[in-house]
């Protein structure tokens, strides 16, 4: 055999060998990827995209254990969300709340903490300097405040309740506290059509799991009139 043809027969046998090595690896490969996007899956809500509970609050707390007094925990909680349920259908319902945790991204941007909690209850939580929460805050309340128009052209007029909390007023990093006191500041102004900002005297409202005690109607975490 010529040295020609003895180097082509050893590069064809290299070839071969990296070719049935590489063939293991891309079939894992293949699989990580499908592993992954099932797992994303697990972790996001299938009606709007947003994180479910778990993936939302260990993100949560490790934004608020890297920002600190610059973040904000956001509660929100549509208001009125059953009544479109029952008058206009509930593709219409999920419509509004696909439409709310659009809005909800919108505002707090890909580094934030975005939860949908169960039913029409969402939470929010993000680095937001002092200076700037009023002002954020508005803005928020004012794009959950925006008609919704339906695929058929209906037009759903929409609300949101908002309450917010913050570790430099309320002296703690910790979610559950954080959230509590964000919810019983939300319904401090239900309907009102602003937000409002906890202060500490609302970390000691009664409530059961982060949920305000004596809500008629409403289970814990369960879907808000």
């Not at 439409?99 to 991204?105: D, E, F, Q, V």
């Not at 934030?112 to 954020?136: H, K, W, Y």
């Amino acid at each position: 055999m010529s040295s020609l043809l003895r180097v082509q027969g050893q590069i064809g046998q290299r070839t071969l060998l990296l070719t049935t090595a590489a063939l293991p690896l891309t079939g894992w490969a293949v699989h990580a990827v499908a592993l992954h996007k099932q797992l994303a899956k697990t972790r996001r809500d299938p009606l709007t995209g947003l994180l479910r509970r778990d993936a939302y609050t260990a993100r949560a707390c490790r934004l608020l254990a890297r920002h600190g007094d610059d973040t904000a925990v956001v509660m929100i909680d549509a208001d009125h969300f059953k009544a479109v349920n029952d008058t206009m259908g509930h593709p219409a319902g999920d419509a509004v709340l696909v439409s709310i945790a659009a809005r909800l991204t919108a505002w707090a941007g890909p580094r934030a903490a975005i939860g949908r909690l169960g039913g029409d209850e969402f939470a929010v939580v993000l680095q937001l300097t002092a200076e700037r929460r009023e002002q954020r805050l508005e803005q928020l309340v004012r794009m959950l405040n925006t008609p919704v128009v339906l695929d058929d052209g209906r037009t759903v007029d929409v609300a949101a309740s908002v309450g917010a909390a913050t570790p430099d007023v309320l002296g703690t990093r910790e979610l559950t506290m954080l959230q509590r006191a964000a919810d019983a500041a939300l319904y401090d102004g239900k309907h009102s059509g602003r937000s409002v900002l906890a202060t500490r005297q609302h970390v000691t409202v009664p409530s059961i799991s982060g949920r305000r005690a004596g809500r008629p109607g409403t289970s814990v975490w369960g879907r808000a009139a």
